[in-house]
């Protein structure tokens, strides 16, 4: 299990889990957790560094392609997104 950092229930009422990241961890661990909170059907805002959110967003290839990252890979991001 992996708790959030912070929890916030905006006006709306609807729980807002917050993960703050400072170092990456290994692609499974953020596979698993990003999974989960997916499947909780919970929103998150994930707060990390540059290294963290490249990770899970991806980076730009030198060719001007995209290399899709963790939150492509789990259904989080639609592929590509920049």
């Known amino acids: 299990m992996n708790w959030p950092d912070l ?3 905006p006006p709306d ?3 807002v889990a917050v993960k703050v990241e400072l170092t990456p961890k290994p692609a499974t661990a953020l596979r698993r957790i990003l999974r ?3 499947q909780a059907g919970r929103r998150v805002v994930y707060l990390g560094t540059r290294l963290v ?3 899970l967003h991806g980076k730009a290839q030198p060719s001007g392609g995209w290399i899709d990252g963790i939150a492509q890979a789990v259904g989080l991001l639609p592929p590509g997104v920049r």
């Open 13 to 15: 009422g609807h729980l």
């Open 36 to 38: 989960a909170y997916r």
């Open 53 to 55: 959110v490249r990770q």
């Open 7 to 9: 929890a916030r229930v």
